[in-house]
């Protein structure tokens, strides 16, 4: 399993002016094909608004807490819910976005979503 005791978080700033969308996007993400045991690479996009008086994730703890995936045998499906399950947990956004795009294999590109809260229109199909 991912190991989340990697993950640490700071204080969202405060934000007069509004809340914040926060966006990390990750290119180099690899996990295993569990059917295969060969590697799978894609992108994650991460998304979300903090709550009020809420958590960030700090960068640092969340590209190890990625990596911690490369030796896991996950479809793309699983990789995606599990992502957003351990942020949602750790975090507890308004609302949570996670995207992953998969690098073509037999011809086939995979896009996953997967949310939490209500995700702005703007932010949804992107």
Known sequence: MPDTTLLEVFPAPAC????????????????LCPKTGHPDFGSVTLRYQP?????????????LYYQSFRSEGIFYEAVTSTIRDHLVELMKPTWLQIITDWKG????????RAEHGEVPPEWRGR
Request: charge should be negative; proline fraction near 5%.
């Open 51 to 63: 709550a009020p008086g809420g958590v960030c994730v700090e960068l640092k703890s969340l590209k």
């Open 16 to 31: 007069d002016g509004g809340p914040i969308v926060i966006e990390h996007v990750s290119d180099e993400f690899t996990s």
């Open 105 to 112: 294999r037999g011809g086939i590109r995979s896009l996953i």
